[in-house]
């Protein structure tokens, strides 16, 4: 069992930056491959960035490289993401996520997580 707690969300102006952070917890987190998701109001849940065990590789879709960087430090048990140049559109609840030791790493889906985090909340203003 792996337990993933977000922090670092808020409420920011078009144009900022914000850093969210996920401490991971439980039998072997540090092996597991993370990543993030977001959710808006009214859509469905979508990949954000993906990162191997030991952090030598990182995933995005096209549409977030250059604005989103995932980084994790196995040593403190956490998982950032830090996001520059926000947009009204990056408005979401943020969720972390522990993919299973099968899953695609680069495109995950839904079926990709094995765990879930709570979520934390990034609002972005015009």
């Known amino acids: 069992q792996v337990q993933l707690v977000e922090s670092g969300g808020g409420l920011v102006q078009a144009g900022g930056s914000l850093r969210l952070s996920c401490v991971h917890f439980?039998?072997?987190?540090?092996?597991?491959?993370m990543a993030w998701f977001r959710q808006a109001p009214g859509k469905e849940r979508e990949f954000v960035a993906s990162?191997?065990?030991?952090?030598?590789?990182?995933y995005y879709p096209d549409s977030l490289k250059g604005r989103f960087t995932i980084s994790r430090d196995n040593t403190k048990s956490t998982i950032d993401l830090q996001m520059h140049i926000l947009e009204p559109e990056d408005t979401a609840l943020y969720y972390c996520?522990?993919?299973?030791?099968?899953?695609?790493?680069?495109?995950?889906?839904?079926?990709?997580?094995?765990?879930w985090g709570q979520g934390t909340q990034v609002t972005v203003s015009s």
């Open positions: 996520a522990a993919l299973w030791r099968t899953a695609t790493i680069i495109q995950p889906d839904l079926d990709d997580v094995a765990y």
């Open positions: 439980g039998r072997d987190s540090s092996t597991y491959a």
């Open positions: 990162i191997t065990w030991s952090g030598d590789n990182t």
